[in-house]
């Protein structure tokens, strides 16, 4: 059965710190993984992944993929009250859809 | 670009009625759209997917005859809430992929539509 799993479920953390947001899979012919953040409504694009080792960077947020070990980082840096939501990781396990994982709900205090 | 409107954003009904949700991509054509429901606090779950000029191909444990997909066209796509019951109150939420399908170029998503079926 097709798997993505986030860790940690919920962070809280001091505006200034550095996060580290996990996404694992297992799925049966790997295509491509998403990151998304979903504050209130729709869910908005981050970053596209589908090579291993290749950095994606925004502004303070980065994401790498590492399709030996199966799973996904993204990062944000000094993170702002702004940060907080839910940060969602989806992956295609090549059967033309996208399988979304657990969300990891992210709050920043001031 | 790549701008997909969902509308209703919310509706309340009484159980037993039907409630169509509809699902536009504004600037760019969508072959395939996603239904996905989501519970508060919970990931999203993939309900349907939507195929233009066909029928759409339902995820395990979803009722197709209580949840009717339409894809009458390149930019519209419907979901049919029928006979609702108090457990179908939810967030439903459509994506789209723009050009190069799916594994090209990412999903976009509409606003969602919360249901409450009272």
Redesign the interface.
């Known amino acids: 059965e097709d798997k993505v799993v986030q860790s940690p479920l919920s962070l809280v953390v001091h505006e200034g710190d550095t996060v580290t947001l996990n996404c694992s899979y297992e799925v049966t012919n790997f295509?491509?993984l998403?990151w998304?953040k979903q504050e209130k409504?729709?869910?908005?694009?981050l970053f596209?992944l589908?090579s291993s080792g290749i950095e994606k960077k925004s502004g303070r947020l980065s994401s790498i993929l590492d399709k030996k070990e199966l799973f996904s980082i993204l990062n944000i840096t000094a993170t702002q009250t702004g940060d907080s939501a839910v940060y969602?990781c989806?992956v295609?396990p090549g059967t033309?859809?996208?399988?979304?994982?657990?969300?990891t709900?992210l709050k920043v205090l001031a | 670009g790549a701008v997909v409107s969902q509308h209703p954003s919310r509706v309340i009904c009484k159980s037993g009625t039907s409630v169509k949700i509809e699902c536009r991509s504004l600037d760019f054509q969508a072959t395939t759209m996603f239904w996905y429901r989501q519970f508060p606090k919970k990931s999203l779950m993939l309900m349907a997917t939507s195929n233009e000029g066909s029928k759409a191909t339902y995820e395990q444990g979803v009722e197709k005859d209580k949840f009717l997909i339409n894809h009458a066209s390149l930019t519209l796509s419907t979901l049919t809430v029928t006979s609702a019951h108090p457990e179908d109150s939810s967030f439903y939420i459509c994506s789209a992929s723009s050009s190069g399908g799916i594994y090209n170029s990412p999903l976009h998503f509409g606003n969602g539509t919360r249901l409450t079926v009272t």
């Open positions: 295509r491509s998403l998304y409504k729709a869910p908005t694009f596209m589908t969602l989806a295609a033309y859809k996208y399988i979304f994982g657990t969300g709900r």
